[in-house]
């Protein structure tokens, strides 16, 4: 039907624009190493179950192959007694399997959970060829809880990003856009609701009940979407000026759609520039409730735990309070430094920084109007 | 060059070059003119010839380094500016050349009062004391005409009307008695009665203090009017200069030919006698509510549109003219209701005043609008084939997408572009090719009306012919009714049958284009009528300051 257009990717078509900011983007060495980087991590941890795990990955046994790592086997299937699961840490399933075949562990064979046994003195434990990061105050492997709990983190950061997005997208599209009463009393409202404390809400609630991550991610996103609204109800309120706005009005095309197809993709600028730092943000919260004690369940691999592990254990275990530090500053930087680079991206008043595109639709009236001659011969 | 008097500005083979990345772009291309002590010379070009640029660069004003001069001399009575150090240039900017820009509003700092932007100049350069300077301020407050001066001193730029501030810029410009000034599109951004007030009073100045007058505009009448000589530009070249009288009676280039040939001229083909009635209103209101208080309760009205009747037939165009606030916009937007409106609008015979939107959603297919700023009224966003088949999709017109696309490309080439543009963006062509792209977009869903508000005005003159051409042979060919909404009386003339002259949101005066525009009946029309055609200052009172 329509032809394609010579710039493609993949089945997104590259508009000049995308393609300078792309380009911009790139210019940015610190951000866009920053993305990589993040981004290696982040998949990475996504695979914490076969990095860093207490059960084999692959066990070769008595001519059967069994992958533990994805399933449960009782304890008599490797010759124990037990019909309940294999316990991988004994000694005995060890020698059993290492007599009648081969098991591949992970790299690291403790998951966040795990005590370490037959450490050479009581726990905390510094670095150590068994634990490259030492071990906390229960026995449990530092690295293998720092891999979790990054993963866990960037979750929460993510996901906490995009549902506050998509809320706050919309709280502020309809209020810019419709303006008037509308927006009169849903900003009222706002000023209201942000003024309600959110950490003795959690604290209350966290007398009632154990928060867990999806309680947490509500109760976060109830507040949390506010953060967007401001801008995408000041694009709303500029756009619904404008003249190509108007002239979709005169053409009769209904209200949400002229809010999703006209106005927004100019108001989804100021949000995926804002979208780095919202998710910063998250994970900074997350860390901070789990640091006074009011985030995720006790035992759960959290970064924000394990701080507080660093603070109590300050002088007789500093490796865990060094760890913390690092790898939360590491990702914190990371997205901060991505932010960056995607903020000068999506920035009309920076020019192209490769060669080429001169004129460009947002410094259009200089740039377009030099063409009276091509006017005349049309 | 005599030496005892050197010419007072002598530019010779100047060039301007722009830097952004890789590319280059040469902006002005060897031009050479001078202005003798006492003389106005005009420089005349469309948009993008180089004609701002070159004022620009006599101050050296450009954005260096990105702008470079690869060749040039620019000698201010016999002394180079080009290249001269910091100090030397501060010294001639302001005091020696003073500079009038085109927009007042955004030359004058927002948070400074008028008292303090003259002050700043006559501080800097003549070391006064505040209360000399104070002085002296009221003095060039008075000069150039602002009343009550010495009330005015404390006031901000917003508080003073369009016609004030940029009589506040000249007195700038004027303080410290300049022997060159160059005015850059002073007037562009004022009403024709306006413009007309700061003409004069320009002359008047120029003729008292003897001064250098550089006159960068793209109107040819008003060069007609004010100037001695001109200079005409295209593409960074100046292709021809010679006396006024002389340029205009006997253009020898080409393209200044052309440019005195693209007057808006010829009549709109007569209406149908019989011809249906497509929309009328009478005691038509546009009240906009000014609100205050926390629950923004309404207070009090702008009465932008008060009282108006119009009725269009088909194949007739109403043109609707009027300074800026006359409340000509709004009283197209509330006739398509896109702003609230009171009063019946008979649209084909039915009043659409009380319907609903979805019930108006059918109708508004047959009611279209084309917009004045081009660059604002397409989505950046959208080729311009989705921009002219949104229309069709949303009225559920043509059986799918290749029938729609056929129907775009027929529209866009019924206004003249090549159909194969349907895959571009908008910000790849130029104002006049995306005005054609407006009106495509309105065709397309075949209309009974369109309102186009000021749809030539930012377009430069060769342009603006060709698109009223365009419009005309439309009206023609699909018997269209316009509702022609502009400020321009050379192009309502070329292009209505009937037209209605606004005020303050009333009907000052209504009738045949002809009758109305050959013998005005009101006073403010003849003052609007001299002041668009003639140039011509009205001394009556009628027209505001």
Not at chain 1, 105 to 112: A, K
Not at chain 2, 135 to 146: A, F, H
Not at chain 2, 267 to 296: C, L, N, S
Not at chain 2, 400 to 424: C, F, I, N, S
């Amino acid at each position: 039907m329509k032809p394609a257009s010579p710039h493609r990717f993949l089945w997104w078509r590259v508009r000049p624009v995308t393609a300078r900011r792309l380009a911009n983007f790139r210019a940015h060495k610190r951000g866009y190493w920053s993305m990589w980087i993040f981004a290696v991590l982040f998949v990475f941890t996504l695979f914490a179950e076969f990095i860093a795990n207490d059960r084999p990955l692959l066990v070769w046994y008595d001519g059967g192959l069994y992958v533990p790592v994805l399933k449960d086997y009782p304890e008599r299937t490797f010759g124990g007694d037990l019909p309940s699961d294999t316990d991988w840490s004994e000694p005995f399933i060890r020698d059993e399997i290492a007599k009648k075949g081969w098991m591949v562990w992970p790299l690291i064979p403790y998951s966040y959970k795990t005590p370490v046994k037959n450490l050479t003195r009581p726990a905390p434990t510094p670095p150590s060829w068994q634990n490259w990061l030492g071990t906390d105050y229960q026995a449990r492997d530092v690295l293998a809880r720092v891999i979790y709990g990054f993963r866990i983190s960037v979750l929460f950061g993510l996901a906490l990003t995009i549902a506050s997005s998509v809320v706050g997208v919309v709280a502020g599209a309809v209020q810019g856009y419709f303006g008037g009463r509308v927006d009169l009393y849903f900003q009222r409202f706002m000023e209201i609701w942000d003024s309600v404390p959110v950490l003795y809400l959690l604290i209350i609630l966290s007398a009632f009940i154990q928060p867990d991550f999806w309680w947490l991610l509500g109760i976060m996103l109830l507040f949390s979407w506010m953060g967007l609204v401001g801008v995408v109800r000041a694009e709303f309120l500029r756009a619904r000026n404008f003249d190509y706005v108007r002239a979709a009005r005169a053409m009769g095309a209904s209200s949400p759609s002229i809010m999703f197809k006209h106005i927004l993709p100019n108001a989804l600028v100021a949000t995926i520039s804002f979208m780095p730092f919202i998710t910063s943000g998250s994970i900074g919260s997350l860390t901070a409730l789990d640091y006074l004690g009011f985030g995720l369940p006790p035992g759960s691999a959290s970064l924000g735990e394990l701080a507080k592990q660093g603070k109590e254990f300050a002088t007789i275990a500093p490796w865990i309070g060094v760890t913390a530090f690092f790898i939360v500053a590491i990702m914190l930087s990371l997205l901060v430094f991505v932010g960056e680079a995607v903020r000068d991206a999506f920035d009309p008043r920076k020019a192209a920084v490769s060669s080429g595109a001169v004129a460009e639709p947002e410094q259009t009236s200089a740039a377009t109007q030099e063409s009276p001659a091509e006017e005349v011969a049309s | 060059m005599n030496a005892a008097a050197p010419t007072l500005l002598e530019v010779e083979d100047l060039a301007v070059q722009f830097r952004a990345g890789n590319a280059r772009f040469d902006a002005v291309k060897g031009v050479s003119f001078r202005i003798e002590r006492g003389e106005t010379l005009a420089l005349v070009g469309e948009s993008g010839s180089g004609k701002s640029v070159t004022a620009l660069s006599i101050l050296q004003l450009l954005p260096y380094p990105a702008a470079s001069h690869p060749s040039g001399s620019i000698r201010f009575k016999g002394d180079e500016l080009m290249g001269a150090p910091e100090p030397v240039l501060r010294g001639i900017r302001g005091n020696r050349v003073g500079m009038i820009f085109q927009e007042p509003l955004t030359a004058l700092n927002p948070l400074h009062s008028v008292e303090k932007q003259i002050n700043e100049v006559l501080i800097v350069h003549r070391k006064l004391g505040r209360g000399a300077a104070r002085q002296r301020t009221l003095e060039l407050l008075e000069l150039v005409g602002i009343r009550n001066a010495a009330k005015r001193l404390g006031a901000f730029p917003h508080e003073l009307s369009g016609g004030q501030r940029q009589r506040v810029m000249i007195a700038m410009a004027l303080a410290n008695d300049p022997e060159l000034l160059i005015a850059d599109e002073p007037t562009t951004a004022v009403d024709v009665t306006i413009q007309a007030q700061i003409l004069k009073l320009l002359k008047e100045l120029q003729q008292r203090f003897g001064m250098g007058l550089l006159f960068i505009t793209h109107d040819l009448g008003l060069v007609r009017h004010t100037c001695d000589r001109v200079a005409v530009m295209q593409s960074g070249r100046i292709v021809e200069t010679g006396p006024v009288a002389d340029v205009f009676k006997a253009p020898k280039h080409e393209y200044t030919q052309r440019l005195l040939g693209s007057e808006p001229r010829g009549t709109p083909a007569p209406v149908a006698a019989g011809a249906a009635e497509v929309m009328a209103t009478d005691g038509f209101r546009v009240w906009y509510p000014i609100k205050a208080g926390i629950f923004r309760h309404t207070v009090d009205h702008v009465k932008a549109v008060d009282d108006v009747s119009i009725r269009v037939r088909a194949g007739e165009t109403v043109g609707v003219v009027g300074e800026s606030g006359s409340g000509k916009s709004s009283l197209g937007f509330g006739l398509l209701r896109l702003v609230e409106s009171k009063g019946a609008i008979l649209f084909a015979g039915r009043d659409i005043q009380p319907l609903r939107n979805a019930e108006l959603r059918p109708i508004r297919r047959e009611m279209q609008i084309v917009f004045q700023d081009p660059f604002g009224s397409l989505s950046p966003r959208m080729t311009v084939g989705e921009i002219v088949a949104e229309g069709l999709k949303i009225h559920g017109i043509g059986a799918d997408d290749d029938a729609r696309d056929a129907m775009v490309v027929d529209a866009l080439r019924e206004v003249g572009l090549d159909p194969e543009t349907r895959h571009r963006y908008p910000h790849e062509f130029s104002g006049g090719q995306r005005q054609r792209i407006s009106i495509a977009r309105a065709l397309v869903l075949k209309p009974k009306l369109i309102v186009l508000d000021e749809p030539t005005s930012a377009l430069d003159r060769t342009v603006q012919v060709q698109v009223i051409e365009l419009l005309r042979k439309l009206q023609r060919d699909h018997n269209l009714a316009y509702i022609f909404i502009s400020h321009d009386l050379a192009v309502v003339r070329a292009m209505s049958h009937h037209v209605v002259v606004m005020r303050d949101g009333k009907v000052v005066e209504q009738g045949p284009t002809g009758e109305v525009l050959a013998s005005p009946k009101e006073a403010y029309t003849r003052a609007l009528l001299a002041a668009a055609f003639d140039f011509k200052a009205d001394e009556s009172g009628v027209v505001r300051a």
